[in-house]
């Protein structure tokens, strides 16, 4: 199906704002007649009018292909009539500025019908990388029968969709099998160590009885990424994380791999998870000299089990200071997790002066009802 150049060929596809029609003829026209009246009142008129040249080239910096082919075709009367009520001595000149109002005109048309395309083709751009951020990072919230996930998610470069830091859930025979990580560096390397890392949990979530069977394919899959890294010379990436089974039972499975510790927010206090001294990071496996061991702590109905990267525990002031989390949490221990997680992320932004240093990633997670709902969602 053919489409104009100055749409988007999938109607489902966001499009870029342009002003209205209405909105571009009252601009022309007032323009025209601001131009005018200062001719009429400096009696420099004939000279003023060839300034009318100029809008189909501003026409064409934000309007579409018609409203800018509209704005030619006025300049061109515009500058027809004048010149007919007002002829220059010599015929030849009139000629000449006529002649340069068409071709200005053309240009403008022509100039715009570039910009559109380039627009089209960012907008197809955007969203084809939100097609695969959804395939990498599923959008929020998240739910199964044991657990309600919500929270903040943004990367460092404002232009990416996708960073860094991961996260996952996963409705496993054997619980929720919660992830969130953090891979070393950044940019498309470490971008496709991310995806080798989601895509390795969500079939090991399944398929390993154990947590620690789990972690060692995650541990499996960074190693295959970074062996393919090494032949095409690209540096080696480690990826910390953090990986929970949240059974129906009270008490929490955890393997922390190099990653911040979470907190419980309860009423008016946050207090960190105490695990085990924390494993090396994915990637880093074969330097330990024992197996990972799994972490156990209670995660009551009434509490709010937050998980973080260190976008969010690093952030640091202007002059220095890292951002007080345990305090920020206790004052907010009574926001449903959603609005939890979305006020430590602007919070935390305003104590930075809005200087992000990393991709930030703020999960809070509440234990569901029966009825598959958080009772505090």
């Not at 399944?206 to 995650?218: D, F, I």
Request: proline share 7%.
């Amino acid at each position: 199906m053919a489409t104009r150049a100055d749409e988007p060929a999938d109607p489902d596809r966001p499009r870029a704002r342009r002003p209205s029609n209405g909105a571009v003829l009252l601009w022309v026209v007032g323009l025209t007649g601001f131009i005018l009246v200062i001719g009429l009142l400096t009696g420099t008129g004939v000279r003023l009018v060839s300034l009318l040249v100029f809008l189909p080239a501003f026409a064409a910096a934000f309007a579409d292909v018609r409203q800018t082919m509209f704005t030619a075709c006025w300049s061109i009367a515009a500058m027809a009539l004048s010149l007919a009520y007002h002829p220059a001595p010599d015929q030849g000149d009139d000629i000449a500025a006529l002649t340069l109002t068409v071709i200005f005109g053309v240009l403008s048309v022509l100039g715009c019908r570039y910009r559109i395309g380039h627009e089209n083709e960012m907008l197809r751009l955007r969203s084809t990388a939100t097609a695969m951020q959804r395939s990498i990072l599923r959008p929020l919230p998240l739910l199964t029968d044991q657990v309600l996930m919500d929270g903040v998610y943004e990367p460092l470069q404002e232009d990416k969709l996708v960073g860094g830091d991961i996260y996952d859930l996963a409705a496993s025979p054997y619980g929720t099998r919660v992830l969130i990580g953090d891979v070393q560096g950044k940019g498309l390397p470490a971008i496709g160590a991310a995806f080798a890392v989601i895509g390795a949990f969500r079939e090991a979530a399944y398929r390993e009885t154990t947590l620690p069977g789990l972690v060692n394919a995650l541990e499996e899959a960074v190693v295959r990424h970074n062996a393919i890294a090494a032949e095409a010379d690209e540096p080696e990436r480690f990826v910390t994380a953090l990986v929970l089974c949240i059974d129906d039972s009270p008490t929490v499975q955890a393997i922390c791999c190099g990653h911040p510790r979470p907190y419980l927010v309860g009423p008016g206090a946050a207090v960190s998870v105490l695990l085990d001294e924390a494993d090396l990071p994915l990637g880093l496996g074969s330097l330990a000299s024992a197996a990972r061991t799994v972490g156990r702590f209670d995660f009551p109905f009434d509490t709010t089990l937050l998980l973080c990267t260190d976008g969010l525990t690093e952030a640091r002031a202007p002059d220095g200071t890292f951002f007080p989390l345990r305090k920020r949490l206790a004052e907010n221990a009574e926001l449903p997790p959603n609005r939890l997680a979305r006020s430590l992320h602007t919070v935390s932004r305003a104590f930075a002066a809005g200087h992000q240093q990393d991709d930030i990633a703020v999960l809070a997670l509440r234990r569901a009802t029966a009825e598959g709902r958080s009772p505090a969602a």
